[in-house]
């Protein structure tokens, strides 16, 4: 059990989840999963202006997964569409003071859920189009 030790971070995060929660009138919606463990995370996004003004997760998975879905939330808010899609996983793992090495697959959901959400948000608004190279593969929805 000594290799599952989480930081005060990851605990706090995973005991007072932030931002838990559904947007029923989202502007975009991501789900994602892990064949690796079985989690699912889904990511709810209002966005003013082309910035993330509001976001929301729902989860289902380990005390990782929870704790990575609310931090991501926090990271993500208040970004334009652009650095949203440019946050990865590493930048989630980092901000919850790292993750043990076998639950490091928890994080990688966050920022896809992100994206995923985006490029939702994308398909829905075919008149928005965000700066080429700015975004981690492709900003094009699909």
């Known amino acids: 059990m000594s290799d599952l030790l989480y930081t005060e971070v990851v605990m706090d995060h995973f005991q007072n989840p932030r931002n838990v929660g559904v947007i029923d009138d989202a502007d975009g919606v991501g789900k994602e999963g892990s064949p690796v463990c079985g989690d699912l995370m889904e990511y709810y996004i209002k966005v003013e202006d082309g910035r993330i003004v509001d976001i929301k997760f729902r989860?289902?998975?380990?005390?990782?997964?929870?704790?990575?879905?609310?931090?991501?939330?926090?990271?993500?808010?208040?970004?334009?569409?652009?650095?949203?899609?440019?946050?990865?996983?590493?930048?989630?793992?980092?901000?919850l003071g790292g993750l043990?090495?076998?639950?490091?697959?928890?994080?990688?959901?966050?920022?896809?859920?992100?994206h995923t959400a985006i490029r939702d948000y994308l398909s829905r608004h075919p008149e928005v189009k965000l700066k080429a190279g700015e975004c981690q593969g492709s900003c094009e929805a699909g």
Do not use: R, W, Y
């Not at 043990?100 to 992100?114: F, G």
């Open 59 to 95: 989860t289902f998975g380990c005390g990782a997964a929870v704790a990575s879905a609310s931090m991501g939330t926090l990271l993500a808010k208040g970004m334009t569409l652009e650095e949203a899609m440019e946050l990865t996983d590493g930048q989630v793992i980092q901000a």
């Open 100 to 114: 043990p090495e076998v639950k490091t697959h928890c994080s990688n959901l966050a920022a896809t859920t992100l």
